[in-house]
């Protein structure tokens, strides 16, 4: 990949990047202002978090607002089991995540600024404190660490919100929303880690020159994080609008088995099956004609002798368990498709199973505080599409092709 | 005006009063506990605690106002108002004028309900547990009719229907995310994680 | 001019089901009583049934909107 871009620069495996190597490399962070919003506006950078909602939009909004002096929250929780980009990025490159913070806190005119780090993720907390104490005076009188649970909701912005005002990480109802009501009342900017890195180099380098790191109508890089068969697992940065098949040789080494299909955006994302998977630009609008979502950027590849419906059991058990348990569609809804599809999964499915599972899914969407139930529909819907032979098999079977298949090799 | 029409009309009101609150009571602990299905449809039980109350209100008002307006009972406004302020029967009539300000404050919270929130209606509204034995004690304790056998079996068969209504809901099972609710507050997922 | 819009809050809501018993042409609950609300503007003529359903609801749960979302 070439450009001047997040994961330039030294080695990321080799930990954090001080603060003179950044200054020299990076050159001076530069002044905020309403310019800075519009350049991020024309610049179509989108929340790096999951929501992919625009950012210069966001930070408008919350700079417009009346109600005190607004608060920035840098969202590093990063409660995605598989996605692993936000904690090395805070890990090797923590300066440019307060810079962004920095950017952000004077284009609203934001007072605190608050690094809500996963208390798993030791060493980015431990990286990005080092960091702030070789930050200006103002800066480190605003900024503090707050360590968030390890818990998948906990990345919600309510959620963070919430757990700042009272020690509950748990999604809120919203009106209001934090840009509204946040912080201590205070309108509050949720920004993702990765989204403020980007921010750092946009207002260094300008919105045209980020719009050019993307391939063909797509603007600037994403982190993405590989797992599964690839030679290379881990953290690498690719042009929005490259090809997944492409993303997946280059950067990740390529296959170390045949695939059947691809995970793409995490717990919350889609499958893709392999024939789709390849030629798939890594578009936000692309993606989102065609029913997927870049979502965090996990892209995990699963190898032909493992099942889609296992996995899939799998994953819907873990969202489940990791519900707030604060409203009924969510608790039981999602709780009864877990359990129908982990038995669709063991061989042990009832005839009505995979009818419910489809109507359960289809009634659950928008029927939470939060996206998590929608992001678990969603989830299991694209694998009844990616695997409709699989499902078959297990739910009139009651047995696992893949497994089939690995003794029939 | 005649004073045994109002004397009666005191008696009668006061008991249609009590009849009435403990179906109140009652309904309103079915409503908490979500009786109903398919047969008898849940807004009916809430719809007719709500319009049986505003009833009882109506015969409330009857009661009190014949009582003060009656030259023999001698008990004027100050009885009415002030509980324990009244020379006749003290305490009795007393436990009635609580009640009575207990009610109208449930009443008058339940009416601007969608203005003062959930939490103050519902903080208020537990005053009903108060309000009823209190006013079953001033029928007993200050009800010229007190002692006759029909007076007791009316009161009996309200005391026994509201008991009844109170085991229903105790032992009906809680709503269904209301333990999970309780203990999210409390912070279960807080800093200490779970 | 469109009508406002019926919203449910989730956290709040337990699934009393009153709102589905007032206003079924708008209202239906899932297998385990949480209400289904179909999207959109309340038409004209269910206004006043949906004004009913809003104050019956035990708990708040059920607010109407004015003017979409």
């Known amino acids: 990949m070439t450009g001047i871009s997040l994961l330039a620069g030294p080695d990321p495996l080799s930990g954090m990047e001080a603060a003179t190597s950044h200054r020299t490399r990076l050159g001076a962070l530069p002044v905020a202002g309403p310019r800075l919003i519009e350049a991020l506006e024309r610049s179509d950078l989108r929340g790096r978090g999951g929501a992919a909602f625009p950012v210069g939009r966001k930070w408008r909004a919350v700079a417009g607002r009346r109600g005190g002096a607004p608060v920035v929250l840098v969202n590093g929780a990063e409660g995605e089991p598989l996605s692993r980009k936000d904690r090395v990025l805070m890990e090797a490159r923590p300066h440019l995540v307060l810079d962004g913070a920095a950017l952000a806190a004077a284009?609203?005119?934001?007072?605190?600024?608050?690094?809500?780090?996963?208390?798993?993720?030791?060493?980015?907390?431990?990286?990005?404190?080092?960091?702030?104490?070789?930050?200006?005076?103002?800066?480190?009188?605003?900024?503090?660490?707050?360590?968030?649970?390890?818990?998948?909701?906990?990345?919600?912005?309510?959620?963070?919100?919430?757990?700042?005002?009272?020690?509950?990480?748990?999604?809120?109802?919203?009106?209001?929303?934090?840009?509204?009501?946040?912080?201590?009342?205070?309108?509050?900017?949720?920004?993702?880690?990765?989204?403020?890195?980007?921010?750092?180099?946009?207002?260094?380098?300008?919105?045209?020159?980020?719009?050019?790191?993307?391939?063909g109508a797509s603007s600037g890089t994403a982190l993405l994080t590989l797992c599964g068969a690839v030679h290379r697992p881990g953290v690498h940065e690719v042009a929005q609008g490259t090809a997944l098949g492409e993303a997946i040789d280059t950067a990740g080494g390529g296959l170390t088995d045949a695939s059947s299909a691809v995970l793409l955006g995490g717990y919350f994302g889609?499958?893709?099956?392999?024939?789709?998977?390849?030629?798939?630009?890594?578009?936000?609008?692309?993606?989102?004609?065609?029913?997927?979502?870049?979502?965090?950027?996990?892209?995990?590849?699963?190898?032909?002798?493992?099942?889609?419906?296992?996995?899939?059991?799998?994953?819907?058990?873990?969202?489940?368990?990791?519900?707030?348990?604060?409203?009924?569609?969510?608790?039981?809804?999602?709780?009864?498709?877990?359990?129908?599809?982990?038995?669709?999964?063991?061989?042990?499915?009832?005839?009505?199973?995979?009818?419910?599972?489809?109507?359960?899914?289809?009634?659950?969407?928008?029927?939470?505080?939060?996206?998590?139930?929608?992001?678990?529909?969603?989830?299991?819907?694209?694998?009844?599409?990616?695997?409709?032979?699989?499902?078959?098999?297990?739910?009139?079977?009651?047995?696992?092709?893949?497994?089939?298949?690995?003794?029939?090799? | 005006m005649n004073n045994t029409l109002l004397w009666y009309t005191t008696r009668g009101a006061g008991v249609v009063s009590m009849v009435l609150l403990s179906g109140v009571m009652a309904l309103g602990m079915l409503t908490r506990a979500r009786a109903g299905g398919r047969r008898w449809p849940r807004f009916l039980t809430a719809a007719l605690h709500r319009d049986l109350s505003l009833m009882a209100l109506v015969f409330l008002a009857l009661h009190v106002v014949t009582a003060v307006v009656d030259p023999y009972t001698h008990l004027g406004i100050t009885a009415a108002t002030i509980p324990f302020g009244s020379y006749y029967r003290t305490f009795w009539l007393g436990l009635g004028t609580v009640a009575v300000e207990l009610m109208l404050a449930i009443a008058a919270t339940s009416l601007l309900r969608a203005r003062i929130g959930q939490r103050a209606w519902r903080a208020v509204?537990?005053?009903?547990?108060?309000?009823?034995?209190?006013?079953?004690?001033?029928?007993?304790?200050?009800?010229?009719?007190?002692?006759?056998?029909?007076?007791?079996?009316?009161?009996?068969?309200?005391?026994?229907?509201?008991?009844?209504?109170?085991?229903?809901?105790?032992?009906?099972?809680?709503?269904?995310?209301?333990?999970?609710?309780?203990?999210?507050?409390?912070?279960?997922?807080?800093?200490?994680?779970r | 001019m469109d009508g406002p819009t019926l919203h449910v809050d989730r956290i709040l809501c337990d699934g009393h089901g009153l709102c589905a018993e007032l206003l079924p042409e708008l209202v239906r609950l899932d297998d385990w009583g949480y209400p289904i609300v179909l999207p959109g503007p309340v038409p004209a003529h269910l206004d006043g049934h949906a004004r009913r359903a809003v104050a019956a609801c035990p708990l708040l749960a059920l607010r109407l909107r004015q003017g979409g979302r």
């Open chain 1, 270 to 409: 889609s499958w893709v099956t392999a024939a789709e998977a390849w030629s798939l630009p890594l578009d936000a609008a692309t993606l989102r004609d065609r029913g997927h979502t870049l979502g965090c950027g996990v892209v995990a590849v699963l190898p032909e002798h493992r099942c889609g419906v296992v996995e899939t059991a799998r994953i819907l058990s873990y969202l489940a368990d990791q519900s707030a348990r604060q409203c009924g569609p969510c608790v039981f809804g999602l709780g009864a498709i877990a359990a129908a599809v982990g038995r669709i999964a063991s061989g042990g499915a009832e005839a009505a199973d995979l009818e419910r599972i489809r109507r359960w899914s289809g009634e659950l969407s928008g029927r939470g505080a939060c996206h998590h139930p929608d992001g678990a529909a969603g989830m299991l819907l694209s694998a009844l599409g990616a695997f409709p032979e699989e499902f078959r098999h297990h739910h009139e079977l009651g047995r696992c092709s893949a497994t089939a298949l690995r003794e029939a090799a």
């Open chain 1, 107 to 215: 284009a609203v005119g934001a007072g605190e600024v608050l690094l809500y780090v996963g208390s798993d993720h030791g060493a980015a907390a431990g990286a990005l404190r080092r960091a702030l104490a070789d930050r200006p005076e103002a800066e480190r009188r605003r900024t503090r660490v707050v360590a968030a649970p390890a818990r998948y909701v906990a990345g919600e912005e309510t959620a963070a919100v919430r757990f700042v005002n009272d020690g509950v990480a748990l999604p809120t109802s919203a009106p209001p929303r934090p840009f509204e009501r946040g912080v201590a009342g205070r309108p509050t900017l949720v920004q993702n880690v990765e989204s403020l890195a980007h921010v750092a180099m946009i207002g260094r380098f300008g919105d045209g020159w980020f719009r050019d790191l993307g391939r």
């Open chain 2, 125 to 193: 509204h537990w005053l009903a547990y108060a309000c009823w034995p209190i006013a079953i004690a001033h029928g007993l304790g200050t009800g010229t009719d007190a002692g006759s056998v029909w007076m007791s079996a009316i009161t009996a068969l309200c005391v026994a229907g509201v008991l009844s209504a109170g085991a229903f809901r105790l032992l009906s099972p809680g709503d269904p995310l209301g333990a999970e609710k309780r203990a999210a507050t409390r912070g279960a997922l807080s800093e200490a994680g």
